[in-house]
């Protein structure tokens, strides 16, 4: 792998946490709760080899399907982690932002989320965009909704690419040139639909809660590897 040569934008689903915790005989939750410490790992080493932007799926717009207990260990868990984030961020000069629409998460994980933005702010260091009910298409249809409506006010350019990509979640961030998905399915399950355009698709059957600092090694090796055309020849 060669540090300089690495990509901007490095985005991940965090998928596998259930079968890591089944084959263990352990309940998901466990299986979610490894997840979280793989992802403050890989999220500290992407800071330290200097990747600008780590964009994780925590939580689709889809995984409010599963059993309600599940749900609300995920929210738990997610709880847990911005508080003992908030604490780290000085030390860890990471900048947090959030991609999905919090409304309907409890009011303490919106407190805590707003407080980790806030003081985001402060905060140069690599981006970490955590995608918390999260869909693609969802994104895609708000977009749409403020594009009409800038429209509707006479900006004949409402609906150009640029105007559009402004509206999303990731107004501002370079696309990521690369997503991996652990877990072994080789779908993106409605992950960055828009931003997915041209990016390198890398797929692993480890499991999230096994993925180490050598995987993603491995995964930047691959994509150092490939020649990207954009259309081009
Ligand atoms: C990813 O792991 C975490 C979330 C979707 C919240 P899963 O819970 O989907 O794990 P598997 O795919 O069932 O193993
Ligand atoms: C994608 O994983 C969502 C996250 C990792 C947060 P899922 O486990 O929900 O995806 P499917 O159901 O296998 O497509
Ligand atoms: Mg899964």
């Known amino acids: 792998m060669d540090f300089d040569n690495l990509p901007r934008h490095i985005a991940i689903i965090m998928d596998g946490n259930g079968r890591w915790a089944k084959k263990r005989g352990l309940p998901r939750t466990a299986g979610h709760a ?23 799926y925590a ?33 860890d000069n990471v900048k947090m932002k959030f991609f999905g629409d ?32 999260y869909g693609g298409r969802d994104e895609i249809l708000r977009a749409a909704k403020l594009c009409a409506e800038s429209y509707a006010a006479g900006n004949a350019d409402a609906f150009s690419e640029d ?33 997915s355009a041209y990016s390198e698709l890398y797929f692993t059957d480890t499991l999230w809660p096994d993925f180490s600092k ?12 490939r020649e990207r055309r954009f259309g081009g020849i």
């Not at 309600?68 to 000085?90: D, F, G, H, P, W």
């Not at 919090?102 to 995608?131: A, F, M, W």
Request: charged content about 25%; aromatic content about 10%; hydrophobic content about 35%.
């Open 34 to 56: 490894e997840g979280a410490e793989t992802f403050r790992s890989i999220a500290t080493y992407c800071k330290e080899i200097g990747i600008e932007y780590l964009t994780v």
């Open 59 to 91: 939580f689709s717009t889809e995984n409010w399907k599963r059993p309600a207990e599940e749900v609300s260990s995920i929210m738990n868990l997610l709880e847990k982690y911005l508080c003992e984030s908030i604490e780290r961020m000085e030390r």
């Open 102 to 133: 919090i409304t309907p998460l409890s009011p303490k994980l919106r407190q805590l989320i707003e407080r980790t933005c806030e003081i985001s702010t402060h905060y140069d260091g690599c981006q970490v965009n955590i995608c918390l009910n």
């Open 163 to 195: 105007v559009f990509s402004s509206n999303l979640w990731s107004a501002g961030i370079p696309d990521p040139e690369i997503i991996i998905r652990p877990g072994g399915e080789k779908r993106l399950s409605n992950f960055l639909l828009w931003q």
């Open 214 to 225: 050598e995987d993603i090694n491995c995964a930047i090796a691959w994509f150092q590897g």
